[in-house]
């Protein structure tokens, strides 16, 4: 068994005389690496070629993302965040990555990027301003922190204007989902509902965050100016008990596939989708569930505060999902609060709960 090793490729050869070697390459120069692996020798040899890549990519944008990498903004940012940072990061490293810093803070960069961002965003206008603000994220911190006296990215306009406010999951949609939903994602519907928490921190609930009566967690995904995620604890309504204490404990997490095995963030995804296909829902995404969670409680009774320390919002987001909707709508119908509360304390919240192993 061969362990992988970050930035270095591993080449297999077999010789004349039959014996199959091992060779180490350091990714990003080719150079040879020498001695045993994790030897002194191999760890000086990768240092050295590190050496070289920071001198090729010294004072271009190349070197900018790398000693942006290496920064406590960095570290502090949840894993998913990271990996979808060096995705988009390589994409502008392969664009402008030999673009030396004094041209970064010249007008004409900022007109390329802007020009490339209005041909994407034609047909994704999403992903073209993703990728514009994190590099313009890198290019900030570059102005603040690192060698740029300028970020020529502080501002632009977005072609993404959607605002997903107003968009919430009735009555009906739960219904529908719940008709046709598999275990799983029944049981993720109902963890959401019943939590207001986003699907990476559902995907990742452990038994060890309840106790019986109370679901704990810190989330992973900080508030600005937030070194950590928030902490929230959230007493369980007797739908989720009743849910959460039927179940059979597979796995150190609450949400598994139907093998006990952990979701992969895509895999649920595309298990979602499909689900809300065959219950015939469209415009309405996991997230959406956040904003349906914070409209129960306020039309519950409860203040910004009190949704806040459950959902993890902030006071200003919660605000502004609430006057979405309300506006929207006046207010819930008696008879709609009363299904809901009918569709979460019976059947189709517990059904998770009677999962048996032919499922």
């Given at each position: 068994?061969?362990?992988?090793?970050?930035?270095?490729?591993?080449?297999?050869?077999?010789?004349?005389?039959?014996?199959?070697?091992?060779?180490?390459?350091?990714?990003?120069?080719?150079?040879?690496?020498?001695?045993?692996?994790?030897?002194?020798?191999f760890?000086?040899?990768?240092?050295?070629?590190?050496?070289?890549?920071?001198?090729?990519?010294?004072?271009?944008?190349?070197?900018?993302?790398?000693?942006?990498?290496q920064?406590?903004?960095?570290?502090?940012?949840?894993?998913?965040?990271?990996?979808?940072?060096?995705?988009?990061?390589?994409?502008?490293?392969?664009?402008?990555?030999?673009?030396?810093?004094p041209?970064?803070?010249?007008?004409?960069?900022?007109?390329?990027?802007?020009?490339?961002?209005?041909?994407?965003?034609?047909?994704?206008?999403?992903?073209?301003?993703?990728?514009?603000?994190?590099?313009?994220?890198?290019?900030?911190?570059?102005?603040?922190?690192?060698?740029?006296?300028?970020?020529?990215?502080?501002?632009?306009?977005r072609?993404?204007?959607?605002?997903?406010?107003?968009?919430?999951w009735?009555?009906?949609?739960?219904?529908?989902?719940?008709?046709?939903?598999?275990?799983?994602?029944?049981?993720?519907?109902?963890?959401?509902?019943?939590?207001?928490?986003?699907?990476?921190?559902?995907l990742?609930?452990?038994?060890?965050?309840?106790?019986?009566?109370?679901?704990?967690?810190?989330?992973?995904?900080?508030?600005?100016?937030?070194k950590?995620?928030r902490?929230?604890t959230?007493?369980?309504?007797?739908?989720?008990?009743?849910?959460?204490?039927?179940?059979?404990?597979?796995?150190?997490?609450?949400?598994?596939?139907?093998?006990?095995?952990?979701?992969?963030?895509?895999?649920?995804?595309?298990?979602?989708?499909r689900?809300?296909?065959?219950?015939?829902?469209?415009?309405?995404?996991?997230?959406d569930?956040?904003?349906?969670?914070?409209?129960m409680l306020?039309?519950?009774?409860?203040?910004?505060?009190?949704?806040?320390?459950?959902?993890?919002?902030?006071?200003?987001?919660?605000?502004?999902?609430?006057d979405?909707?309300?506006?929207?709508?006046?207010?819930?119908?008696?008879?709609?609060?009363?299904?809901?509360?009918?569709?979460?304390?019976?059947?189709?919240?517990?059904?998770?709960?009677?999962?048996?192993?032919?499922?």
């Amino acid at each position: 068994m061969h362990a992988r090793i970050k930035g270095v490729n591993t080449v297999r050869r077999k010789l004349a005389s039959g014996e199959v070697v091992t060779y180490y390459y350091h990714r990003a120069t080719g150079t040879r690496l020498s001695g045993a692996l994790g030897s002194p020798e191999f760890l000086a040899s990768i240092a050295a070629a590190e050496e070289i890549t920071r001198a090729r990519t010294s004072g271009t944008l190349a070197g900018l993302i790398r000693d942006f990498e290496q920064t406590g903004k960095w570290r502090r940012l949840a894993e998913s965040t990271r990996t979808e940072y060096r995705r988009v990061l390589a994409f502008w490293d392969a664009e402008y990555g030999s673009c030396p810093l004094p041209a970064l803070e010249d007008k004409a960069f900022r007109r390329d990027v802007l020009k490339w961002h209005d041909a994407f965003s034609a047909d994704k206008p999403r992903e073209a301003d993703n990728r514009v603000t994190i590099l313009a994220r890198v290019l900030s911190w570059g102005a603040s922190d690192g060698p740029l006296e300028k970020n020529v990215l502080d501002t632009f306009e977005r072609a993404y204007q959607g605002d997903r406010s107003e968009k919430i999951w009735l009555p009906e949609h739960v219904d529908a989902f719940m008709k046709v939903a598999k275990p799983e994602m029944q049981l993720a519907l109902v963890l959401a509902l019943h939590t207001g928490q986003r699907q990476g921190d559902i995907l990742q609930l452990a038994w060890a965050n309840y106790d019986g009566t109370h679901v704990s967690l810190r989330q992973g995904k900080s508030r600005k100016g937030d070194k950590l995620g928030r902490l929230v604890t959230i007493r369980c309504t007797k739908a989720l008990k009743d849910t959460l204490d039927g179940l059979k404990k597979q796995s150190p997490l609450i949400l598994t596939t139907k093998t006990g095995c952990s979701f992969k963030k895509r895999y649920f995804a595309s298990q979602w989708e499909r689900t809300c296909a065959s219950a015939g829902i469209e415009g309405l995404h996991f997230h959406d569930i956040r904003g349906t969670t914070v409209t129960m409680l306020f039309q519950a009774g409860c203040n910004l505060a009190e949704i806040v320390s459950i959902t993890g919002h902030s006071l200003r987001r919660a605000q502004e999902i609430l006057d979405k909707y309300l506006a929207r709508t006046g207010a819930m119908a008696d008879s709609a609060i009363a299904k809901f509360e009918n569709v979460l304390e019976t059947n189709y919240a517990k059904r998770p709960a009677k999962r048996t192993s032919s499922e």
